[in-house]
């Protein structure tokens, strides 16, 4: 019986703090608020020009004025009914007002702007007959319209960061031709001239004994065992043989008794030509790089630990890197890098048995500023070399006239001429009906040109005035494009 009254008596207390704390809980806290308790308000636009102030009239007596962010505008009361704005720095804030009530009557969003009066006065005193616009945008300049070069376009950029440091937008765009294309010429012509005269002699008899001059290497002695795989001249003299270099090209002999004297010339006379003449051509947008590599990869071993070899590739041929800046319409700057190489087995290194070439290069790299249409010579070289080489007998090579069988000497002499020409234009893209292939001017041949005139290719429709197709018949007649040749507009049109 106690337990159940204990019981009774814990639920009574909780239904009395329940019933206590209803009672003294406000009713609008366990409601939601009445319709119309808040009161908002549309704000009104005011645009400033930093620097620059207006007067605020209003239509009550004006008590309070609050400033969201004092350091973009500043306000002063000048009256009951005017409050004076000011813009200080560019941004946004608010204003409002307080009528003599308390009561809130009006706010304002203020826009500070930056002043573009002035800096539109500028450009065009700086910069006359350019299109330019300026508009402001939010705490920022923004530049639109067209500007005739790029060299004004950075001036325009330079003049406005005065005004708005760090807050210039590029809206604006370069007219005209944006697109260049660059012809190079690499012409090379390269002359060489060789005069060489070498004599060497042996002397042989009937009853073995033998000499031998060697002088420059033209001849040389071997053993009897290796006169059987070496060219030698009379291998059965005892006891050795002779073995002639690849570089005799006439010999003599003179027989008297048992007495026979062999002489081996070496007589050269070469008149070398070289003639190299590249042209590659490349088109790129201003502002961007373009590359072109007409040639190849050779293979070069490089050894590496624990006899294992890999395979770098080097590449040659005619290559041409350039990158174009258009200035104005008639003006553009470019850095330009030709280059033409040639591998060079002459100067070729042997690693494991692999043959490494060389590599003979031209190559020349600038930045020039030439007009549209105009060439320049970046590159040009006029080489020329000469060596003399005598090798002779002490005292026998001396001797007038009889002394050249006791000397060799060689002369070279090489001359090298080298010119690179630029050639930039401003160019448009070419209507692909209008361009000319060099594969246009193949033809192939029908058999009777294959086989019984031997010919390559076809000789092709004659070229009779017609009308092009879907042209009506008040159309005039013309002639059908030209089979073969390059002549005429490739890839591009002027402006």
């Known amino acids: 019986m106690r337990h159940s009254e204990r019981q009774i008596g814990m639920s009574a207390v909780g239904?009395?703090?329940?019933?206590l704390w209803l009672l003294c809980t406000p009713a609008s806290s366990a409601q939601e608020l009445p319709q119309g308790s808040i009161r908002t308000y549309t704000p009104q636009r005011i645009s400033l020009i930093v620097g620059k102030s207006l007067v605020i009239d209003t239509s009550v007596a004006v008590k309070r004025v609050s400033l969201a962010a004092p350091d973009i505008a500043e306000t002063v009361v000048i009256s009951p009914r005017q409050v004076y704005l000011t813009g200080k720095a560019v941004g946004t804030t608010n204003l409002t007002l307080w009528g003599a009530d308390d009561r809130v009557f009006t706010i304002f969003d203020v826009t500070v702007s930056p002043d573009i009066s002035q800096l539109k006065e500028k450009l065009q005193e700086i910069l006359p007959g350019e299109n330019i616009r300026v508009n402001a945008t939010h705490d920022s300049i923004a530049l639109s319209?067209?500007?005739?070069?790029?060299?004004?376009?950075?001036?325009?950029?330079?003049?406005?960061?005065?005004?708005?440091?760090?807050k210039v937008i590029n809206l604006a765009q370069v007219a005209g031709v944006q697109q260049v294309m660059l012809e190079v010429r690499v012409a090379e012509m390269s002359r060489s001239l060789a005069r060489r005269l070498g004599v060497n002699f042996t002397y042989a008899t009937s009853n073995g004994t033998f000499g031998v001059s060697l002088l420059n290497n033209l001849t040389a002695v071997v053993k009897p065992s290796e006169a059987t795989i070496v060219p030698t001249i009379n291998p059965a003299v005892a006891p050795f043989g002779q073995a002639l270099s690849s570089a005799i090209n006439a010999l003599f002999r003179i027989k008297q008794g048992n007495a026979t004297w062999t002489g081996f010339i070496d007589a050269l006379k070469e008149d070398g030509l070289v003639k190299i003449l590249a042209e590659p051509t490349l088109v790129a947008v201003s502002g961007q790089e373009a590359r072109f590599l007409a040639g190849g990869e050779f293979p070069i071993?490089?050894?590496?630990?624990?006899?294992?070899?890999?395979?770098?590739y080097k590449t040659f041929g005619v290559g041409l890197t350039f990158a174009p800046t258009v200035l104005s319409?008639?003006?553009?700057?470019?850095q330009v890098t030709p280059e033409v190489s040639q591998l060079d087995f002459s100067t070729a290194v042997f690693i494991q048995g692999f043959a490494v070439p060389g590599l003979t290069?031209?190559?020349?790299?600038?930045?020039?500023?030439?007009?549209?249409?105009?060439?320049f010579a970046i590159a040009g070289l006029l080489q020329e070399n000469v060596r003399e080489v005598i090798d002779k007998f002490p005292v026998l090579g001396d001797i007038p006239i009889l002394g050249a069988l006791f000397r060799s000497s060689s002369f070279q002499k090489n001359d090298s001429e080298l010119i690179i020409i630029v050639t930039p234009h401003l160019v448009k893209p070419l209507d692909m009906t209008k361009q000319m292939l060099p594969t246009d001017q193949y033809i192939e041949p029908n058999d009777f040109e294959w086989y019984l005139l031997g010919n390559l290719e076809g000789s092709g429709p004659e070229r009779t005035p017609r009308r092009e197709h879907g042209q009506s018949k008040n159309s005039p007649l013309v002639l059908p494009k030209k089979q073969g040749g390059l002549d005429g507009e490739f890839g591009h049109i002027a402006p």
């Open 301 to 312: 071993p490089v050894p590496q630990a624990y006899n294992v070899i890999t395979i770098a």
């Open 329 to 334: 319409s008639n003006k553009i700057s470019m």
């Open 145 to 166: 319209g067209e500007v005739s070069s790029t060299a004004n376009l950075s001036q325009a950029l330079v003049v406005s960061e005065a005004f708005a440091p760090k």
């Open 361 to 375: 290069t031209r190559r020349a790299s600038t930045v020039i500023e030439l007009a549209d249409g105009q060439s």
């Open 15 to 19: 239904v009395l703090v329940v019933s």
